[in-house]
């Protein structure tokens, strides 16, 4: 068992630990201009990611959830609050890109993108993936299914402001150092509050699946974030530098290896309730619970045997870009501009694709 995870994690490894590259994508007019990297300076308020695989039944209504919800904060807060959303397609098969896409023509390409990745490789990688791209000062992961409510983001950046602050005050004291990275923070939405009244909800084999996979998950990260999967994380952006440059997983646990990335990192975390309502659709099956069971391993030995390195502590007064983890440099990955017939491909300097 040891040696199989073990190979499994240096495959994950070695598909992750890669040089910084150079994207590019072309504007409406032809002229190319410099792609969006998460080691840049922020030039927006806030980035909202959305992983989407086969989700063109319910990515519409989150959408437009989502852009109704911002829009009004705008007129509320006033221009300075800016924002993003990224809509990642995980390799879909049916009509999700089409719906992203006339969302972005709608609103406009500064405002809405759509990041085409070639095949479905999991919504860990789609999420890093558009987090790598992202232009906020904050970070904001959320579910396509719309389970939670965009409006509960405010109850997560009052806790984010709390939490991060606290880590910039305290370093910056502690060393006489002024940091350059705003402070360190992750707040993750948590369903925890209402596990009784879901679990009455489920199906026998459903409840005893998602309590086998919370004792895993415990034997990983204790217990100090109860409810790990949640589909709603807002990051500081340098939490989001160093976690997502760090993380390996591509598909069901990667929220556990975020969680164990920021203990080992002493990145601040922090549960906020949130509502929440189940949206049928589900993609969990019970092969699911033996891959995640897998992938739950593989940070347990992997990291714990020191497999893999961590860059980037979160106690170095910068961030380090030259450590940091990127995407494949095989693959072309696609951002949808507002002109049907114009597709802005951002391709890995060097690859051998067109």
Known sequence: ??????????????????????????????????????????????????????????????????????????????????????????????????????????????AVRVLRLPQNRGKGYAVKSGMLCSRGQRLLMMDADGATKVSDLECLEAKL???????????????????????????????AHIQDSATAKRSALRNFLMHGFHVLVMMVVGNQIRDTQCGFKLFTRSAAQQLYSNQRL??????????????????????????????????????????????????KMGYGGEWARIACPSDAPTCCPDAIVSLHTRDKLCFMSTYPALLCSWIVAGAAEK
């Not at 880590?167 to 939405?189: D, E, F, I, P, Q």
């Not at 601040?268 to 099956?285: D, F, L």
């Open 161 to 191: 402001a709390e939490i991060s602050s606290e880590r910039a005050s305290a370093l910056a004291g502690k060393t006489g150092t002024k940091y350059r990275c705003t402070g360190l923070g992750l707040v993750l939405g948590s369903r």
């Open 1 to 110: 068992m040891a040696k199989f995870t073990w190979a499994a994690f240096a495959r994950l490894d070695a598909d992750s630990q890669l040089k910084p590259f150079e994207l590019e994508h072309r504007a409406p007019d032809g002229k190319p201009v410099p792609c969006p990297s998460i080691f840049s300076e922020p030039t927006k308020d806030l980035t909202v990611v959305i992983p989407a695989y086969n989700e063109e039944d319910r990515l519409p209504a989150t959408l437009q959830e989502t852009l109704s919800y911002l829009q009004r904060r705008r007129d509320r807060q006033g221009p300075y609050f800016t924002y993003e959303v990224i809509i990642v397609d995980d390799g879909s098969r049916d009509g999700t890109v089409q719906v992203a896409a006339d969302f972005a023509r709608k609103h406009g390409f500064d």
């Open 250 to 299: 591509q598909r069901w646990c990667f929220d556990v290896e975020l969680v164990y990335l920021a203990q080992r990192l002493k990145v601040p975390m922090a549960e906020v309730q949130v509502n929440w309502t189940e949206i049928p659709g589900s993609k969990i099956r019970l092969t699911s619970m033996v891959h995640m069971a897998l992938e739950l391993a593989m940070i």
